[in-house]
């Protein structure tokens, strides 16, 4: 079992910058696909940056390449976003999730059928502000 506890949301001026923080406890020995999700206001949650921890490659979606960045903490349970220059379209509430039996080439290629994360976040709102 993993819980994870995503933080760090706000409202942000447009052009700003964000960190968003997922804390992961539980057994987190094991590798893990480690996603960021977005759900903008009435639309659909669509999957935009992936994290596998084993060997710490990652994926962008290419909305966000150049603006959002992965990195992990020194104790390596938890993961940070990084967003900067926020747009509008950046707006929503964000969750973390967790896939612990995706396979590295998948999580590095972008895989985030959402069916298939064993755990998920509460979320954290981030609002940009014009």
């Known amino acids: 079992q993993v819980k994870l506890v995503e933080s760090g949301g706000g409202s942000v001026q447009a052009g700003g910058s964000v960190i968003l923080s997922c804390a992961a406890s539980?057994?987190?020995?094991?590798?893990?696909?480690m996603t960021w999700f977005r759900q903008p206001p009435g639309k659909e949650r669509e999957g935009v940056a992936s994290?596998?921890?084993?060997?710490?490659?990652?994926w962008y979606d290419d909305s966000v390449k150049g603006r959002f960045t992965l990195s992990r903490g020194d104790a390596k349970n938890t993961m940070y976003l990084s967003i900067r220059n926020l747009k509008p379209d950046d707006a929503g509430m964000y969750f973390c999730?967790?896939?612990?039996?995706?396979?590295?080439?998948?999580?590095?290629?972008?895989?985030?059928?959402?069916?298939?994360?064993?755990?998920w976040g509460q979320g954290t709102q981030v609002t940009v502000a014009s």
């Open positions: 999730a967790a896939d612990r039996g995706m396979p590295e080439n998948y999580c590095s290629g972008g895989y985030t059928v959402e069916a298939d994360f064993d755990y």
């Open positions: 539980g057994d987190t020995k094991i590798d893990y696909c």
């Open positions: 994290f596998y921890t084993g060997a710490g490659t990652t």
